[in-house]
């Protein structure tokens, strides 16, 4: 069961990435972050290469990437990181009823 709740919270984290590098309330540099360490993992410059320990080199890459998309979820301004809800397309009002 913990499982499953871990899964579901890791699809809902990249749908708010998602959300966040699409929106245009998200600052520039905080959408640079995870650009860029895509850059990094794609060039052939790595910090720690496969001579050195063999299987290492993939681990620190995916390692930067989770660390950046964790950046992104924690420095996104409050309104940016609430999750919408169904419910804002509801508006609260009050009524009252005329007797003629």
Do not use: F
């Not at 959408?31 to 620190?60: E, F, Q, T």
């Not at 309104?79 to 804002?88: C, G, K, N």
């Amino acid at each position: 069961m913990g499982r499953r709740g871990t899964l579901w919270d890791g699809l809902r984290n990249l749908r708010r990435i998602w959300r966040l590098m699409r929106d245009p309330r998200t600052p520039g540099w905080l959408k640079m972050i995870p650009l860029l360490v895509l850059i990094y993992i794609l060039s052939p410059i790595d910090l720690l290469p496969d001579l050195m320990i063999p299987g290492i080199s993939s681990l620190d890459d995916l390692v930067l990437l989770l660390i950046a998309l964790r950046m992104l979820l924690d420095l996104a301004p409050a309104e940016d990181r609430q999750t919408p809800s169904r419910r804002e397309d509801v508006i609260e009002t009050t009524y009252r009823v005329l007797k003629e």
